[in-house]
């Protein structure tokens, strides 16, 4: 016999529109992210669903309200082992503020060490617009460098590993078939576990906002 995992990211949220660290920040759902939700509740109305774990941060609560607009008597399931990954002094900082910022400072160390001769212009601005991308792509897509005061991707494998272990021993418990409405990021390393990821591959992930992950659960 085997149990279903529906596993979704929630709808774009304001954070996600104006380019933002989010994190554990609680931005809302924007107007496309409602639509998003309403995409992957209709996606996934035929499907069986008796339990639907979110997290605390209502961007999850809301997708997953309207998946089950669909679904009568889900037992809903707080856990915050699925929570988006902490970007630490980093949220609610906008990605461009952090390729500016990271980019102007590493310019001046190289000046100042004498690695790089005093750039004008449009050579300096361009130059200074490369060195905080690397560092955006960096913080964003490393596994296991963190922001200040936040966590790597690596930390958040670690409990969402937990929260698969758990709800693995639920499933096989209770039969049953679950929804996760989970966050770009700890849909990382659960899909690394659940499509045998490489580290490099699971990094490499975009997760959409409007769609679905399935997955089948052997039970006795």
């Given at each position: 016999?085997?149990?279903?995992?529906?596993?979704?990211?929630?709808?774009?949220?304001t954070f996600n529109k104006?380019?933002?660290?989010?994190?554990?920040?609680?931005?809302?759902?924007?107007?496309?992210?409602?639509?998003?939700?309403?995409?992957?509740?209709?996606?996934?109305?035929?499907?069986?669903?008796?339990?639907?774990?979110?997290?605390?941060?209502?961007?999850?609560?809301?997708?997953?309200?309207?998946?089950?607009?669909?679904?009568?008597?889900?037992?809903?399931?707080?856990?915050?082992?699925?929570?988006?990954?902490?970007?630490?002094?980093?949220?609610?900082?906008?990605?461009?503020?952090?390729?500016?910022?990271?980019?102007?400072?590493?310019?001046?160390?190289?000046?100042?060490?004498?690695?790089?001769?005093?750039?004008?212009?449009?050579?300096?601005?361009?130059?200074?617009?490369?060195?905080?991308?690397?560092?955006?792509?960096?913080?964003?897509?490393?596994?296991?460098?963190?922001?200040?005061?936040?966590?790597?991707?690596?930390?958040?494998?670690?409990?969402?590993?937990?929260?698969?272990?758990?709800?693995?021993?639920?499933?096989?418990?209770?039969?049953?078939?679950?929804?996760?409405?989970?966050?770009?990021?700890?849909?990382?390393?659960?899909?690394?576990?659940?499509?045998?990821?490489?580290?490099?591959?699971?990094?490499?992930?975009?997760?959409?906002?409007?769609?679905?992950?399935?997955?089948?659960?052997?039970?006795?």
């Amino acid at each position: 016999m085997y149990k279903k995992i529906y596993i979704f990211r929630h709808g774009e949220s304001t954070f996600n529109k104006l380019k933002k660290f989010t994190g554990w920040l609680d931005a809302d759902l924007t107007e496309k992210g409602v639509k998003d939700a309403k995409k992957i509740a209709k996606k996934l109305k035929d499907k069986n669903i008796d339990v639907a774990f979110h997290s605390s941060l209502k961007r999850s609560i809301k997708t997953l309200n309207e998946v089950l607009k669909y679904h009568k008597n889900v037992e809903k399931i707080l856990d915050n082992r699925i929570i988006e990954r902490n970007y630490g002094v980093l949220q609610g900082k906008t990605h461009s503020w952090y390729v500016k910022t990271e980019g102007e400072k590493d310019y001046n160390v190289l000046v100042k060490k004498k690695s790089l001769p005093e750039l004008k212009g449009y050579e300096k601005k361009d130059y200074i617009k490369r060195l905080g991308e690397a560092k955006l792509h960096l913080v964003r897509r490393s596994y296991s460098i963190p922001p200040p005061q936040g966590e790597s991707i690596k930390d958040v494998e670690k409990r969402v590993l937990s929260f698969i272990k758990d709800l693995l021993k639920f499933i096989e418990k209770n039969k049953v078939d679950v929804a996760i409405s989970a966050h770009g990021n700890s849909m990382r390393p659960f899909r690394r576990y659940f499509e045998k990821l490489t580290v490099k591959e699971m990094m490499s992930l975009e997760n959409p906002w409007d769609d679905y992950f399935e997955y089948k659960v052997k039970i006795k």
